[in-house]
């Protein structure tokens, strides 16, 4: 395989956290547009770098056209992810409070006007899952000799890559990684994986912080 997709494979697994470690650097928000827009920089340019060099570049990244069969299990999975995310709010709300960094995470969620909250969406469930299923796992296991092995890599990579969310968080960001592997290892479809990220991040970022600032209100000054 041309040296080039290695490059790809690079800038799929390591970019998401790279860029976010460079804005916090220069002191962005990590939500705001400009770090947002250079996260669908990168997706495009693994995009391109796989159309350039592989025939049927569609079909390893998975976007063949979707079988319904896939579809239904990418919402079984999203229901799967959901379950074990609200799992995980129930402890922390059990055991314990949730970290500062979590208040401060919903602070800046909820100071977002709701189209840019969508727009959050849209971006994590394109750009993630063609950076860590699509490329990594699609174009991945060809250069790496493995599917396992592709997805081990990914799993790992995309759980890392969400460690700024702190170490509470790590535990359901895993697992949906997990679930979000086996979906596409086994449909095959980035389309299922798109769709599955999407519903679920549709809920976190759309509903539960409606819900959670019905129950602690912020303030204006607070969320900037």
Known sequence: M???LYLGLLIALVAAPLLAAAFKLLRFNPLSLVPRLTLWAAAIVVLVIAAMKIEA???YLGLDRPMWQSLFLAIFAAALMLSVLGAHQFVQRTFGKGSPEQFRQLQNIL???FGHRCFLVVTAAVVEEVLYRGYAIGVGQHLL??????C???VAAFT???LRWGLAHLLPVFISALVLTLLFAFTQSLWA???AHAIVDAVGFLVVPVIMARRHPVSAHDAG
């Open 2 to 4: 041309p040296q080039l």
């Open 57 to 59: 570049w569609r079909t």
């Open 111 to 113: 100071a977002l006007p």
């Open 145 to 150: 000799g493995s599917v396992w092995l592709a």
């Open 152 to 154: 081990v890599v990914s």
């Open 160 to 162: 890392l890559a969400h």
């Open 193 to 195: 994986c798109i769709i």
